[in-house]
């Protein structure tokens, strides 16, 4: 019991303050998505990577096959869809098979989705793994989000791991009223009355949950407070105001065209 609150306290004092955590994300959101440049998401998916590996609170493997899963069949789609059925008519072809060929323009379309969706999970991933209801509504509370709504959104976090367990228990329950819950043809012409069932119950809970904070004082209290010891300093004080301002800085600039980075097309034809 020593041992792993001793571990807590080390993680603690190696992360940063959650509210820095969630400024970083969306910004970094912000960045994926308002500057045209496959830069962007490359360095950003390259430091999260970074970050899964350095972390203590995140499993670089859980992280990595989370990823995975997501984007690898992304990649595959967008890969058929745009790069080998392009349909531009001004195109500049690398290589063709009768109805297929492999454009550049198609190549670019398709890179750039792909890495955008793949920043976009990667970061949420090491968000989601990272983070517990306790730090997010921490964070929520020091960004000064009304106390209802830092409460609803870590209840959603802190949801997944109640939605798997409602689930094993359904699926449980009915194997043992008979069902063979191994064949999945049975599982599908049960998912509906699961998935109302699950959804159901969830909703139940948070909304007894929320009632009894309310009952505790909920929202009445104009003074802010930490469920857990966060580790702060000047440093985090300064990321959380220049951040921001660099991503309105760059977003501006790249809106401009003044900021010096190369498109996708330019990337791979090389221009």
């Not at 306290?9 to 820095?20: F, G, K």
């Not at 509370?141 to 689930?167: D, H, N």
């Not at 004082?217 to 951040?243: A, F, I, N």
Request: hydrophobic letters at 50%; proline letters at 6%.
């Amino acid at each position: 019991m020593t041992s792993t609150v001793l571990d807590r306290e080390q993680q603690a004092t190696h992360r940063w303050h959650p509210a820095t955590e969630i400024i970083i994300l969306v910004c970094s959101l912000l960045l994926v998505f308002g500057i045209p440049s496959p830069v962007v998401p490359i360095a950003i998916i390259s430091a999260t990577l970074i970050a899964a590996v350095i972390s203590p609170a995140v499993r670089l493997r859980t992280w990595a096959i989370g990823v995975g899963v997501l984007c690898l069949p992304t990649l595959i789609v967008l890969s058929v869809v745009q790069g080998l059925f392009y349909p531009g008519a001004e195109v500049t072809v690398l290589w063709q098979y009768g109805p297929a060929q492999l454009t550049v323009e198609g190549l670019a379309i398709a890179a750039q989705i792909w890495l955008r969706v793949s920043a976009l999970v990667s970061l949420c991933a090491f968000f989601g793994l990272g983070v517990d209801s306790a730090r997010l509504y921490d964070g929520l509370q020091a960004l000064r989000l009304p106390s209802s709504v830092a409460y609803i959104c870590a209840s959603a976090i802190g949801l997944i791991p109640l939605m798997r367990t409602r689930t094993q228990q359904m699926i449980e329950a009915r194997a043992s009223r008979g069902w063979d819950m191994s064949s999945w043809v049975i599982r599908t012409r049960l998912l509906p009355s699961i998935v109302t069932g699950l959804f159901t119950s969830i909703l139940i809970e948070v909304e007894q949950r929320h009632e009894v904070l309310e009952q505790r004082g909920l929202g009445e209290s104009t003074q802010v407070t930490s469920l857990q010891d966060h580790h702060d300093g000047p440093s985090q004080w300064l990321l959380r105001r220049g951040v921001p301002l660099l991503t309105c800085v760059l977003v501006v600039c790249s809106v401009a065209d003044v900021l010096p980075l190369p498109t996708a097309d330019q990337m791979i034809w090389g221009g």
